[in-house]
């Protein structure tokens, strides 16, 4: 007989969306190159985007270290409970996010503004894979207490104004 677990998995869908976003800023780097591509690259913008690039790279490095070290999201589901405090008092997926905003911070230091739309592409993706997979399965997990967390606490962005 197999043994059901009473737990999420540790990784979720993770892997999955890391590898995603990371390929699709691979591909922008590299298409970015691309003499077609070349009009994107604005003199008046590369400093600015710079900037930007290098904030979305600090915040996401910011989510990921409070997520995975300071709100200790592994014993949270080795234990089975809901992890609600710290970043996820915030967002409700920052590991994922982290991931988001690196990229997107990358993408943007590559100094090229047709990057621009492709937070909403990696905002996409998350919503879609986290929509249809953990999120059905923290509801079956937990009810109506992850209902209440969902109805206070973005999926992706981070707020730093809490839902009452």
Same mark, same amino acid.
């Given at each position: ?13 993770? =892997?999955?969306?890391?590898?995603? %976003? /990371?390929? @699709?800023? *691979?591909?922008? $780097? ?7 591509? !070349? ?8 400093? =600015?985007?710079?900037?930007?690039? %290098? /904030?979305? @790279?600090? *915040?996401?490095? $910011? ?7 300071? !709100? ?93």
């Amino acid at each position: 007989m197999k043994r059901q677990k009473n737990h999420l998995s540790l990784y979720g869908i993770g =892997p999955i969306y890391g590898a995603l %976003v /990371i390929a @699709i800023t *691979l591909a922008g $780097l590299v298409c970015g190159k691309l003499p077609a591509l !070349s009009f994107g690259k604005l003199s008046c913008t590369k400093i =600015p985007l710079a900037v930007i690039g %290098v /904030i979305f @790279i600090l *915040l996401g490095v $910011l989510m990921w270290v409070q997520a995975v070290f300071v !709100s200790k999201l592994d014993n949270g589901i080795k234990n089975n409970r809901l992890v609600k405090s710290g970043i996820y008092s915030h967002v409700r997926n920052p590991i994922y996010s982290a991931i988001m905003f690196i990229c997107y911070g990358v993408l943007l230091i590559a100094g090229n503004i047709i990057f621009i739309p492709l937070f909403f592409v990696f905002w996409l993706l998350l919503s879609v894979l986290v929509k249809h997979t953990e999120e059905k399965w923290l509801l079956d997990l937990y009810g109506e207490e992850y209902l209440e967390y969902c109805n206070k606490v973005n999926r992706a962005i981070p707020s730093l104004m809490k839902k009452s």
